[in-house]
């Protein structure tokens, strides 16, 4: 950073030499600030300098007002020496400013002292806001510093009156310029500090910015004991400034002293600055909670000062900071971009955007300047689309030996794009941006787009709330549902077996950039444990093969054993589990872990009829024995309960063809304990087969990405587990557009099973989202060839 800030902002001036040198707090391992003030209050003050237009009177020991008959006047100061060479400087002034008339300033510098009435070796004027900024003393202030040429030596000041009323004018009792000495022996940039993500608000989708602390540009250590309140919106702010060959930092410091030691403000009031080189700082100490009671209308907003030149626009890196910040903001703090919120006022309550323009808050602010301010509403725009409302992991990825396909659902009133990144570890990865109507579905199929891949894991990004599933096949067998929208540093998986033909393989994704560290415990059914650790690499994956597992002494080995699975990272991932299973690995299924053990589950599906085999895999990872109460209930009204004690790190095997043989079921698991439980359908004599979590809670809407009846038979299953009647709606969607809809009841303690595929029969594409007036549970089978070649079922995605 070579060059940097000139400020055109307000400051202040007298012609009486009052020097305070006085340390801004504790700088380390800054400079200290060195404050110097110039007053201008009595009649030799007034009459020293060049006035046009301008009269002195006695009033209050001096002041300088317009002449009678003069609209407009100037007054520019005889050249100061300050007291010790300065980088910047602010300005405060007692006036009378009746309706109509108007005051402002310039401020110019210079090294040497002046040797002819010429202009040569001057800095240009800089000017300095005259709004209605107040200091803690009442008096006005210019609510920034300017930067001056490192080692401005000597200043003067100009004012500018003017009226728009006749004999009307501003009248300057005094006029008082701070100038300061924050510079650094040896000039400091941004480049060489560190940022870190933003540490303040909850959770987000949306990226944290990354930052320059305070504690690292400012040097000061201070505690934050602001009043607070979630902010409404956000209040752009633009600090005048032309590049110079001074630093950056020296300038920051300069406006932070200036706030807090001149201004007698408890903070700055900037909650975070933007750069001209597109740096972000952290201001405001306290986060944007912080509330700025020095900002008419704004102690209810994030303020952002871009430190941009008034004729100037944003550059695109300037532009980019603040459209990541703006758009983690709103996400943060719950505020649209592009929306609007109520305020109270003197007049009553009135509403403004909630990202606003300083100038739309306070009308006589002049900043932002006309370039910045023209390019808020795009800004608005960008922030928005630059939301991340939805974002799904796919650790697992193999178009080596499956086919794959992602699906994408967009229930929102607008269009949407989903931004799809596959990850192919040591090489780069593979981005493309899918369209996805409003209410529609789109597909991305991967084997076209890379080949000879068996380790291919997906990210998919979206502003809109998409909701992402996979499907990966074999000629014999189809797994899929949905994507992990939230990664877990904890994970379970109550099946996992190698016994006989089965095979079970742990898919852990690390997208982070860090080496993530992972501990996993295996508790077999027989009650023993083996733990191993991994690492898995930033942007990397690793594939565990279970059955390859055994103690360093090579006792234990996991293979041919039942087992359940715990994952403890260090840092949050993503977890999946792929199994195979049957004669020559035909059967296949896919899908993500469980990273929230509860007390309840529940499943819509289940039959025991035909060669179907049902089985309800619990795991107990307490260290306590819990009780496991099992209810199975038929479409009829059958009803079956079995109770076991499960000990402690240990799964249970619950058969349920030997509780209800040749039967369709809903089933419902309750323990004592938080555990997880998964059930496990198996068919065409063990050929094929899907393993799914249950619900952990009803719901009153689900919704299904994926789904065909083309070659398929397709059932949609809803069980009721309330006390009252359910009537359910299901809107299907087509790849047509076309919207298809059926409804039904379900009698409490019941379920229904439709046959979608006798409703719609050879659809391509179909996207259902179900509709209850009770809470309830839903799930859907899909068979592709009837069966034949396999098929898989899958809870339905709840929607809010």
């Known amino acids: 950073?070579?060059?940097?800030?000139?400020?055109?902002?307000?400051?202040?001036?007298?012609?009486?030499?009052?020097?305070?040198?006085?340390?801004?707090?504790?700088?380390?391992?800054?400079?200290?600030?060195?404050?110097?003030?110039?007053?201008?209050?009595?009649?030799?003050?007034?009459?020293?300098?060049?006035?046009?237009?301008?009269?002195?009177?006695?009033?209050?020991?001096?002041?300088?007002?317009?002449?009678?008959?003069?609209?407009?006047?100037?007054?520019?100061t005889t050249p100061f020496q300050a007291a010790f060479a300065a980088n910047a400087a602010g300005l405060l002034w007692e006036a009378e400013l009746p309706p109509g008339t108007q005051v402002r300033f310039a401020l110019r510098s210079r090294l040497d002292a002046p040797s002819d009435p010429s202009d040569a070796g001057w800095s240009a004027w800089y000017e300095l806001e005259a709004g209605n900024t107040r200091a803690a003393t009442g008096a006005w202030a210019s609510p920034t510093v300017v930067a001056l040429p490192r080692g401005s030596q000597y200043l003067q000041l100009?004012?500018?009156l003017s009226s728009e009323l006749p004999r009307a004018s501003a009248s300057l009792r005094q006029v008082t310029v701070s100038y300061l000495d924050t510079a650094a022996p040896t000039p400091l940039f941004a480049t060489g500090l560190p940022r870190q993500p933003i540490l303040f608000g909850p959770a987000t989708l949306t990226q944290r910015p990354a930052a320059i602390m305070r504690r690292d540009w400012s040097g000061r250590i201070a505690a934050a004991q602001p009043q607070r309140s979630d902010p409404l919106g956000v209040i752009i702010h633009q600090i005048d400034a032309t590049l110079t060959a001074d630093s950056g930092l020296d300038f920051m410091r300069a406006l932070l002293a200036y706030q807090t030691l001149v201004l007698g403000w408890d903070d700055l009031s900037y909650h975070y600055l933007i750069d001209p080189e597109g740096n972000l700082y952290e201001g405001r100490l306290g986060g944007p909670t912080s509330r700025v009671p020095q900002v008419v209308g704004g102690d209810r907003a994030v303020h952002i000062a871009l430190i941009v030149p008034r004729e100037a626009a944003a550059t695109p890196t300037v532009q980019g900071t603040l459209v990541s910040l703006l758009a983690w903001l709103g996400q943060a703090y719950d505020f649209a971009p592009t929306g609007q919120h109520s305020i109270g006022s003197a007049g009553g309550r009135t509403t403004r955007p909630n990202i606003a323009a300083h100038a739309e808050v306070v009308p006589t602010a002049p900043d932002p300047f006309p370039p910045v301010r023209n390019a808020i509403a795009q800004w608005r725009t960008l922030a928005d689309q630059s939301t991340?409302?939805?974002?799904?992991?796919?650790?697992?990825?193999?178009?080596?030996?499956?086919?794959?396909?992602?699906?994408?659902?967009?229930?929102?009133?607008?269009?949407?794009?989903?931004?799809?990144?596959?990850?192919?570890?040591?090489?780069?990865?593979?981005?493309?941006?899918?369209?996805?109507?409003?209410?529609?579905?789109?597909?991305?199929?991967?084997?076209?787009?890379?080949?000879?891949?068996?380790?291919?894991?997906?990210?998919?990004e979206s502003s809109a709330p998409l909701l992402a599933e996979r499907s990966m096949g074999l000629t014999t067998d189809i797994g899929g549902g949905p994507g992990i929208s939230r990664l877990s540093r904890v994970w379970y998986f109550a099946e996992g077996s190698t016994v006989g033909t089965s095979r079970t393989y742990l898919v852990l994704f690390n997208p982070n950039a860090a080496v993530a560290q992972a501990t996993i415990t295996y508790m077999r059914r027989d009650g023993t444990n083996l733990s191993q650790a991994v690492e898995v690499a930033g942007q990397g994956r690793l594939v565990i093969t279970v059955g390859d597992i055994t103690q360093p002494d090579g006792s234990l080995p996991m293979q041919g054993t039942d087992f359940g699975v715990q994952i403890i990272a260090n840092q949050p991932i993503a977890a999946e589990r792929t199994m195979r299973f049957g004669e020559q690995l035909t059967g296949m299924h896919t899908g993500r872990g469980i990273d929230t053990l509860a007390r309840e589950w529940h499943f819509a599906e289940g039959t025991t009829e035909g060669d179907f085999r049902m089985r309800l895999l619990v795991l107990n990872p307490n260290r306590q024995a819990t009780n496991v109460e099992a209810s199975f209930m038929g479409p009829d009204g059958q009803h079956e309960t079995r109770r076991y004690a499960v000990p402690p790190r240990t799964q249970l095997m619950i058969d349920a063809n030997a509780v209800v043989p040749d039967l369709g079921v809903s089933s419902f698991v309750r323990a004592d304990r938080p555990v997880a439980v998964e059930r496990a359908l198996g068919f065409n004599?063990?050929?094929?087969?899907?393993?799914?979590?249950?619900?952990?809670?009803?719901?009153?809407?689900?919704?299904?990405?994926?789904?065909?009846?083309?070659?398929?038979?397709?059932?949609?299953?809803?069980?009721?587990?309330?006390?009252?009647?359910?009537?359910?709606?299901?809107?299907?969607?087509?790849?047509?557009?076309?919207?298809?809809?059926?409804?039904?009841?379900?009698?409490?303690?019941?379920?229904?099973?439709?046959?979608?595929?006798?409703?719609?029969?050879?659809?391509?594409?179909?996207?259902?989202?179900?509709?209850?007036?009770?809470?309830?549970?839903?799930?859907?089978?899909?068979?592709?060839?009837?069966?034949?070649?396999?098929?898989?079922?899958?809870?339905?995605?709840?929607?809010?």
Not at 51 to 58: C, D, E, Y
Not at 745 to 753: E, F, K, Q
């Open 1 to 76: 950073m070579k060059y940097w800030l000139r400020i055109f902002t307000a400051l202040l001036l007298s012609i009486t030499l009052l020097v305070a040198e006085r340390p801004a707090a504790a700088q380390t391992p800054g400079p200290q600030a060195r404050i110097g003030t110039w007053t201008l209050a009595t009649v030799a003050d007034w009459q020293a300098g060049v006035a046009s237009g301008t009269l002195v009177t006695n009033n209050s020991g001096g002041e300088l007002r317009l002449a009678d008959d003069q609209r407009t006047g100037s007054f520019i």
């Open 158 to 160: 100009r004012i500018n």
């Open 388 to 460: 991340v409302r939805a974002r799904w992991y796919f650790a697992e990825g193999n178009v080596n030996d499956y086919s794959q396909r992602l699906s994408f659902f967009n229930p929102s009133g607008t269009p949407a794009d989903a931004r799809v990144t596959l990850v192919r570890p040591g090489a780069a990865p593979v981005t493309r941006i899918v369209d996805v109507p409003s209410g529609a579905r789109s597909d991305l199929i991967i084997n076209d787009l890379v080949q000879d891949a068996s380790a291919l894991p997906a990210i998919v």
């Open 685 to 800: 004599n063990g050929a094929a087969g899907s393993v799914g979590a249950g619900a952990t809670a009803p719901g009153l809407r689900w919704a299904f990405v994926d789904g065909r009846t083309t070659d398929a038979t397709y059932y949609l299953c809803v069980s009721n587990p309330g006390r009252l009647p359910a009537a359910v709606n299901v809107a299907f969607r087509f790849s047509d557009g076309a919207v298809g809809n059926q409804s039904f009841s379900v009698p409490p303690g019941a379920r229904y099973t439709m046959a979608v595929h006798e409703f719609y029969p050879d659809e391509p594409a179909l996207t259902a989202v179900v509709r209850a007036t009770q809470p309830i549970i839903a799930e859907r089978s899909l068979y592709p060839g009837g069966g034949v070649r396999g098929g898989f079922t899958v809870l339905g995605l709840p929607l809010p």
